[in-house]
Structures are given as C-alpha cells and as structure tokens.
C-alpha cells in the first residue's frame, strides 16, 4: 500500500476517536508498555491468558494504534489489578459477559457500570460464579475508588460512553479534538506544543501564555503534565 494511501486510510478509521500508540497508553495510565501490549496482543512466546481487548483500529502497514475508548478501558482494567489483585481471568470473564449485558464492546468505558454499577457487577460476579470478583465487587472500597478514577471522565448522554477524560488540573484528553492528544483545556492547543516553546522560550512562561492566547497557569499546567509524561517516558 502506498504510503499516502495507509495514511488515509489510518485517519478515516481515526477521525474523532483520538489514537494512540501503545506507550502512548501506558504512559497516560502508567502502565508497563509490556503489561497494556499483553492485554491487546498474545504474548511473543505464546504465554498468559491471550488479549482482553481487541483494538477499534486495523493496523496499517504492520503499524498499531487504539482508540480513546481503548485507552479507557486500560485504566479501568489498571484499578482492577492494581488496586484489588483482580485476576486477569477474571477480568476477561467479566469483560466478556459485561459487552453482551451492555450492548457494547467498551463496558469498562460504560457509565452505568458505575452508576448503578453495584448490581451490574455482582449479577456478572455470580453469574460467572466468581468469588473473588464478587468479594472485591461488595467492598465499598471499590467504588470509591472508581468513583474517584471517573470523576475526571465526563460520558455521552445518549450512548452512555465515555467522552473526554480530564487527566489532571487544566489538561483534557478529547477524541474529537487533536486526535486525542492532551491539550491546554478549552484550548485545543496540544500541551507538547505549550511545553516545548517554554523550554525554548528559556521559561519565560508570560511570553508562552502571549504567543498562544492562554493564562499563564495554563502554561504551567502543561508544562507539568509534560514533564511528568516525559519522565515515565525516560523510566
């Protein structure tokens, strides 16, 4: 395929469902590359469970990319593992069994999985007689944690899923703008933008702010974002 072609081909399967590579995600999620490569591709020497996920995107030209809904769900299974030694097993049992409750193939990225959450979970807990999940499901814990991870994602009130994610103070992750790229919130102005003219500007924050139309506290909330994004780069 020409290149030109596989390009054009990428950006009508991305156009408003932002895109991101692997250490992309991890990187947001501070994930392992190696642990969100797992999830959505079988393992090189064929070990583990097989994926969880299966990516919105073809490849193209042997590259590999996911979606915002994608990346939310990463998170979601992230908090599942992280902090409740959910299994995988696990995870992937009710990941499966939640698509056909909900309807859709991002359950993680649904909002009644959380706002009625409870009962949804311990029907799927039960039904796949799965005790740990039930266990981890009947802690109150649990949803306040989630509850505080969703905070910061704000859902479509037709189709329930997820829409934009505020990552951190000032920063938003929204498919439909800068292909998903964090941006300078109610900007559209990518924050690696905002970032690299402060370095280049000798940090010289009132000028950035001028440049690009912004508050100066803008420019510090990329800038931190970015730092903190570069340095799990660098780990």
């Known amino acids: 395929m020409p290149l030109n072609e596989g390009v054009n081909a990428w950006e009508t399967m991305m156009l408003g469902q932002g895109v991101y590579t692997v250490t992309e995600v991890s990187r947001l999620t501070d994930l392992h590359p190696s642990r969100v490569r797992s999830w959505f ?10 994926p969880v996920f299966t990516s919105d995107y073809e490849s193209v030209d042997g590259d590999y990319a996911v979606s915002f809904f994608d990346l939310i769900d990463v998170l979601v299974v992230g908090t599942f593992r992280d902090q409740f030694n959910v299994p995988m097993r696990v995870v992937r049992r009710a990941h499966s069994l939640l698509q056909a409750r909900l309807g859709t193939k991002h359950p993680f990225c649904h909002n009644d999985l ?11 807990a039960n039904e796949l007689n799965e005790e740990i999940l039930s266990e981890v499901v009947s802690r109150q814990q649990f949803f306040l944690h989630i ?14 899923l997820a829409r934009r994610w505020r990552i951190t103070e000032g920063v ?3 498919p439909s703008v800068c292909m ?14 905002v970032a690299n003219q402060y370095y280049a500007n000798r940090k010289n924050q009132s000028l950035v702010a001028d440049l690009y139309g912004i508050s100066e506290k803008d420019v510090v909330n990329a800038v931190t ?3 903190r994004y570069r340095r799990r780069d660098a780990a």
């Open 225 to 227: 974002f970015e730092d």
């Open 172 to 174: 938003l992750i929204d």
């Open 180 to 193: 998903g790229k964090p941006t300078v919130a109610k900007t559209g102005i990518a924050t690696y933008v």
């Open 41 to 50: 591709k079988q393992r090189a020497d064929g070990s583990g469970g097989g």
């Open 147 to 160: 509850k505080e991870k969703r905070h910061h994602i704000d859902y479509n009130e037709m189709s329930r």
């Open 114 to 124: 959380y706002t009625v959450g409870k009962n949804i979970f311990l029907c799927a």
